[in-house]
């Protein structure tokens, strides 16, 4: 079974920077959105960001401005550039892909922890 295996999670300071990647270890066909999306303890998982096959992105308000979605589509990569981070941005960081058929994969999730 394809597995999505994320990398880049870890311990920064508030103002740091860190930059997620996550890719399928295997293939999936028919890719068409790959997104991040982020679980704090004791809440929900929210939606961070979104990208499609054609480019076009979609962020979270909390994420606009610091945070850029982008994606490989010939790795089947997507990544995630965290600027200017907050300790409200601490979180287990899920990536997400959505095929054709609208079937959702997900990651493992990767800790991602601001200090202040």
């Known amino acids: 079974q394809v597995q999505l295996v994320e990398s880049g999670g870890g311990l920064v300071q508030a103002g740091g920077s860190l930059r997620l990647s996550c890719a399928p270890s295997g293939s999936i066909f028919g890719i068409k959105v790959m997104g991040w999306y982020r679980q704090a303890p004791g809440k929900q998982r929210d939606l961070v960001a979104i990208i499609d096959s054609g480019g076009n992105t979609n962020y979270a308000d909390s994420a606009k401005g610091r945070f850029t979605i982008s994606r490989d589509n010939a790795k089947n990569t997507v990544y995630l550039q965290m600027n200017s981070l907050k300790p409200e941005d601490t979180a287990v960081y899920f990536c997400?892909?959505?095929?054709?058929?609208?079937?959702?994969?997900w990651g493992q999730g990767t800790q991602v922890t601001v200090s202040s």
């Open positions: 997400n892909v959505r095929n054709v058929f609208r079937f959702d994969y």
